[in-house]
């Protein structure tokens, strides 16, 4: 039964699992951020520190439909979308569209007495690598050449990060490529990127910074910021390398709820 509201994970939708799942509620929770304060000279006031974002946990709540009588299927149903949480991978609700949350870790329920058959499950989604619902579809610009600018929407709600990949058209190889945004810059040489070849600088859902000249890991021949981190908004991204290329830029867009 369809119900209105839905979620999916790994692209499975719960309730397609059974008839006899009733979706109660789903959570999208809120990214939970730590801070850290030290007390200023004199008598009053504190500084802050630091700050860090440390996890989301979503949630979604579930009946099963099927009278207490029948013992044996509630506990099938039970069973099955147990399962269904334990795919991990992308978690998604039908009422917040080309949204999506990556899943870490699965905080399962227990099954209590299923005779009580009003009885409501929670599943926690928690995710701890990326503790952000992100944009399901990224913001993209290119450009071509050996140096400029190219713009760029940045979605979302916090800071996130630019993925980028260019493509050596030069027909020689590059060794050294430039790129920054939001005053982080990533600089790299002695690539020896092939003509023909991608440097890509991306994330994957665990959120680490890898930089990849063809097949090859180059991530030891950077130098610069921590990551291209960038603030929601219009942003400006430069570039510049040792040949001709094109360049596309992406963003997938942070949300903290």
């Not at 610009?141 to 190219?150: F, K, L, R």
């Not at 945004?181 to 959120?207: F, K």
């Not at 180059?218 to 981190?229: I, S």
């Amino acid at each position: 039964m369809i119900l209105t509201r839905r979620a999916a994970l790994g692209g499975v939708q719960l309730d397609e699992i059974h008839s006899g799942i009733i979706i109660r509620q789903t959570n999208s929770g809120a990214s939970r951020q730590t801070t850290q304060y030290t007390s200023r000279m004199g008598d009053a006031g504190q500084r802050m520190t630091h700050q860090h974002w440390e996890d989301l946990e979503a949630s979604v709540s579930f009946a099963i439909d099927v009278p207490k009588t029948n013992m044996a299927m509630r506990r099938q149903i039970f069973e099955q979308v147990m399962a269904w949480a334990s795919r991990k991978g992308w978690l998604t609700y039908n009422w917040m569209p080309d949204r999506r949350l990556y899943v870490d870790q699965v905080v399962y329920p227990g099954a209590g007495d299923l005779w009580q058959w009003t009885d409501e499950f929670t599943i926690g989604f928690q995710s701890h690598n990326v503790p952000f619902w992100q944009t399901a579809t990224p913001a993209t610009a290119t450009q071509t050449g050996t140096s400029g600018t190219v713009q760029i929407t940045v979605g979302g709600n916090t800071e996130s990060v630019l993925d980028a990949a260019f493509v050596n058209s030069s027909g020689a190889a590059i060794n050294t490529f430039s790129i920054s945004a939001n005053g982080n810059q990533i600089a790299l040489s002695g690539l020896g990127l092939a003509n023909g070849a991608t440097l890509r600088i991306h994330h994957g859902t665990d959120g680490l910074l890898r930089i990849v000249a063809g097949s090859t890991s180059v991530y030891d021949k950077y130098t610069g910021a921590d990551d291209l981190y960038v603030n929601p908004g219009a942003t400006t991204v430069t570039f510049s390398a040792g040949g001709a290329g094109t360049l596309t830029v992406q963003n997938y867009g942070r949300y903290v709820t």
